[in-house]
């Protein structure tokens, strides 16, 4: 899954920039450089659910830290 499908997935630009507490320009940014970790964390679970499993924490760079439970 690529950003933009994220960003989709999650409800568009605005809708992930109130999720993540940042400014929708901040998000459109993301489409070209990524989504900082600390925003996949934080919207990771939420992704997982509305992806219908496309999407895992997994995917996420130390995961098992975060999640250990997931292991």
Do not use: H, Y
């Not at 992930?16 to 996949?40: D, F, Y």
Request: hydrophobic letters at 40%; charged letters at 20%; glycine letters at 8%.
């Amino acid at each position: 899954m690529n950003t933009t499908d994220i960003i989709q997935t999650l409800g568009g630009t605005f809708s992930l920039a109130k999720m993540c507490g940042v400014t929708p320009p901040a998000v459109s940014q993301w489409r070209t450089n990524g989504i900082p970790v600390n925003k996949l964390v934080l919207i990771a679970i939420q992704l997982e659910r509305k992806s219908k499993g496309k999407w895992s924490r997994k995917e996420i760079p130390n995961w098992q830290l975060i999640w250990p439970r997931l292991k």
